[in-house]
């Protein structure tokens, strides 16, 4: 058995082709250019990569994108001046800072100063909380996990009833990704480190979301047969037949897990790319969202 491929990178162009036809019919009927800030604290080589990225993704869909560059030793309280002000700025409808923070900085508190309505990462406290409960709807929901809903879809699989297992716990991915399936009336088990026999709870899903960090961790003869799997794990691990000396690879074995699987998502051009284009999307709704007012 040979997994079919969740071509992530052909979802999101698609994603962002509408995008940018709706972005140019708003401009058409004279409505504002949805509008995407970025903080930057720090010069942190990969979150630099990822800011450079999604101001590219903007401008191919026609958003405006500002970016805010502040040095590593900005304080709290400059950091949170910088989202005030643009919590009032009516040009700017999405705001997003790019994690992690350079220590000493309140990472709740920094993300709690921005207004809900330009949410658009969806890490507002309220935001989760709404995911979190039963009748209620955020806002904004969190990128990647938005991301991973898309690709799972894709797949055609029924989630409701269906055995899930999210390795990893964080409030990036984790988490929401456990409560979105939990929406989806999925059966929902989130391992982690502390975990009782991985493999095992690993072989009994028919839906498996990794995001652990750690290169390789799940292996092949731990899937179910016809699994779904959903890798978000990007490691680098060493190559020297590689120009750059390494290559990107997940948190799931690729060559293993591919001939157990149904489906399974390739690192890169699987997870990531989605990242972006749902953040394109919230911005967009942000923008709707501010028209309504």
């Known amino acids: 058995m040979s997994a079919s491929i969740i071509d992530g990178k ?3 162009e698609e994603i962002k082709i ?14 504002s250019v949805p509008g995407l800030a970025t903080i930057l604290v720090g010069n942190d080589p990969a979150s630099m990569v990822y800011v450079n990225s999604k101001h590219r993704a903007c401008e191919e869909v026609g958003i405006h994108s500002f970016s805010y560059n502040l040095p590593a030793e900005s304080s709290q309280t400059d950091v949170e001046t910088v ?21 000493g900085l309140d ?40 991301g991973v809903m898309v690709l799972l879809e894709s797949t055609g699989i029924q989630l409701s009833g269906a055995k899930a297992v999210v390795l990893g716990r964080s409030n990036i991915v984790g988490m929401p990704v456990a409560l979105l399936l939990t929406k989806a009336n999925a059966t929902v088990t989130l391992c982690h480190s502390r975990t009782r026999d991985l493999p095992h709870e690993i072989s009994q899903a028919d839906i498996v979301i990794a ?23 990007i490691n680098r691990v060493e190559d020297a037949t590689r120009k750059r000396g390494y290559r990107l690879v997940g948190d799931v074995d690729f060559d293993s897990a591919s ?3 149904g489906a399974i998502t390739p690192v890169p051009g699987g997870v990531g790319v989605m990242t ?18």
């Open 18 to 31: 509408k995008i940018k036809n709706v972005v140019s019919k708003r401009i058409e009927d004279g409505k």
């Open 211 to 233: 995001a652990i960090g750690k290169p390789n961790m799940v292996k092949g003869d731990w899937i179910k047969p016809g699994a779904v799997i959903i890798d978000v794990g």
């Open 276 to 293: 972006i284009a749902m953040l394109l999307q919230n911005t967009l709704l942000a923008a709707e969202l501010a028209d309504s007012k």
């Open 107 to 146: 990472e709740e508190r920094i993300l709690s100063t921005i207004s809900l309505e330009k949410d658009v990462d969806g890490f507002h406290p309220i935001n989760i909380g709404r995911l979190a409960q039963k009748g209620r709807e955020p806002l904004f929901i969190p990128c990647t996990p938005a």
């Open 10 to 12: 052909q979802i999101a």
């Open 83 to 103: 989202v005030s002000q643009l919590n009032k700025d009516p040009e700017i409808h999405g705001i997003l800072v790019q994690l992690p923070l350079p220590k």
């Open 259 to 261: 001939q157990v699987a």
